[in-house]
């Protein structure tokens, strides 16, 4: 039973690009949420998606946004990065019907 | 802002109980314990959660205060491997489904060989 996995591991982009990360939820669950963690610091919620529908919004701008496909899998986009946006990104997973949640390994953003 | 506070680091020597303490003051009926730990450079791993009973399982054992107020995550036997940080999160059960966590700084668990 495969848990949440997330590609790619590491990306590097550059100022003003964009970027699109992808996650594919434990096997089960139809919710997935992400969180940005900069270095030294707690995850910090973004947005949780449930029937491909944005649920849940975290204190962050518009140019983060997100997908939910009908496999729950889920994209995290990011448009016109800014090296503040460096950051390890996490996937996270539910079921709508139970309480706990559970992380995958994450992906590397670094902006120059 | 997150509604616990945490020690931010703890020392434990390999071979004994690493007890963690998380103060939630202001928890409300209907919000649970959850404890999660972050080994370095990985995603969050889920340990243990609970509303008002002592919970235990095969990673660790959760004990809340009859007032709720605080709880402590006990390792019964750390080893190196626990070597991690030790967020302590309260989340209300709002019954549709897990809502996003707050995490705060946790505990930087060092476990000394």
């Known amino acids: 039973d495969a848990g949440v996995t997330q590609s790619p591991t590491h990306l590097i982009k550059t100022r003003g690009q964009q970027v699109t990360l992808r996650c594919s939820p434990k096997s089960g669950h139809d919710t997935v949420s992400w969180y940005q963690q900069a270095l030294g610091q707690g995850p910090q919620f973004i947005f949780q998606?449930?029937?491909?529908?944005?649920?849940q919004r975290g204190n962050f701008p518009d140019r983060f946004s997100g997908h939910q496909f009908p496999n729950y899998s889920s994209e995290l986009n990011v448009n016109a990065l800014l090296l503040g946006d460096s950051a390890l990104y996490l996937c996270?997973?539910?079921?709508?019907?139970?309480?706990?949640?559970?992380f995958g390994e994450g992906s590397w953003l670094t902006v120059v | 802002d997150a509604k616990t506070t945490q020690p931010p680091s703890m020392d434990c020597a390999e071979g004994r109980a690493a007890n963690l303490p998380c103060n939630h003051s202001t928890i409300s009926g209907n919000e649970y314990v959850y404890w999660y730990r972050q080994i370095h450079s990985q995603g969050p791993q889920y340990i243990i959660h609970g509303l008002k009973n002592n919970e235990t399982n095969e990673m660790a054992s959760l004990i809340i205060t009859e007032d709720r107020k605080s709880s402590t995550l006990i390792l019964p036997h750390a080893t190196l491997r626990d070597t991690a940080v030790y967020y302590c999160?309260?989340?209300?059960?709002?019954?549709?489904?897990?809502?996003?966590?707050?995490f705060g700084k946790g505990t930087h668990l060092i476990i000394q060989p």
């Open positions: 996270a997973s539910s079921s709508i019907s139970g309480n706990t949640i559970y």
């Open positions: 998606y449930y029937e491909e529908e944005e649920r």
């Open positions: 999160i309260v989340r209300s059960d709002s019954g549709g489904g897990a809502d996003g966590l707050t």
